[in-house]
């Protein structure tokens, strides 16, 4: 069974830095991309970030410059690296694992970011 845990969020200042990491385990025969999104309070899930197959990178127009995604192979694991944030960047972040047919998702960690 394919599992994603997300950690490393919290409550940091305007202006502060995070990291998020997501853990993947069960085994997912082929991989299309992996990726980032966040969930604000009365706000749609939206994407923030993918890496693909051969590490090209994707960035929302909102965290350009800001987010670096990255991930480690040998650990099956995804990063966020969120630097410069904003209080709009408040949210709930997912990552999300896509497969043929099929995407997975982890359960969501809280990043809280006060003005």
């Known amino acids: 069974q394919v599992q994603l845990v997300e950690s490393g969020g919290g409550l940091v200042q305007a202006g502060g830095s995070l990291g998020l990491s997501c853990a993947v385990s069960?085994?997912?025969?082929?991989?299309?991309?992996l990726r980032w999104y966040r969930q604000a309070p009365g706000k749609q899930r939206e994407w923030v970030a993918s890496?693909?197959?051969?590490?090209?990178?994707n960035y929302a127009d909102s965290v350009q410059g800001r987010f670096t995604i990255s991930r480690d192979n040998a650990k099956n694991t995804i990063y966020l690296q969120m630097n410069s944030l904003k209080p709009e960047d408040t949210a709930v972040y997912y990552c999300?694992?896509?497969?043929?047919?099929?995407?997975?998702w982890g359960q969501g960690t809280q990043v809280t970011v006060s003005s």
């Open positions: 890496i693909g197959g051969r590490g090209a990178t």
């Open positions: 069960g085994s997912i025969p082929r991989i299309i991309s």
């Open positions: 999300n694992v896509l497969a043929p047919g099929r995407d997975y």
